[in-house]
């Protein structure tokens, strides 16, 4: 839908739209990529699995992560330090940073995780499974 002034469109994404990907163990459902959001960031949902161990520690040269835990809990090591992070609490890492996530918990956590610029949910993509959840 498009607003009369508008520079683009409107975009939604609703849950009976998700194609739930899995991926090192988890499920992810990217919300918006680059071409919904002009270029700006891109947005996918994360259930990180209890006990999940995430991903290895990486880092990025080319965009930042942020991370907003929903619910549950997840434990970052970022750059050496350690950050506990339960339901409620945002994580930026800058690009360049040295990361990794873990959830320490009896139950899943849910995050959404923004990427600006966008283009790394692409991988997501490429190495992710279709889960037919949705």
Known sequence: MEREGAEGMVYRHGPEENEPLGFIGDLFTIKARSTHTGGAYS??????????AGPPAHHHTDCEEAFYVISGELRFEVDGSTIHAPSGTFVVVPRGA????????EQPAQVLVLISPPGFEQHFIDMGEATGGG
């Open 43 to 52: 947005l996918t949902e994360m259930t990180v699995s209890p006990h999940g």
């Open 98 to 105: 040295q990361h990794a996530y873990t959830n320490p918990a």
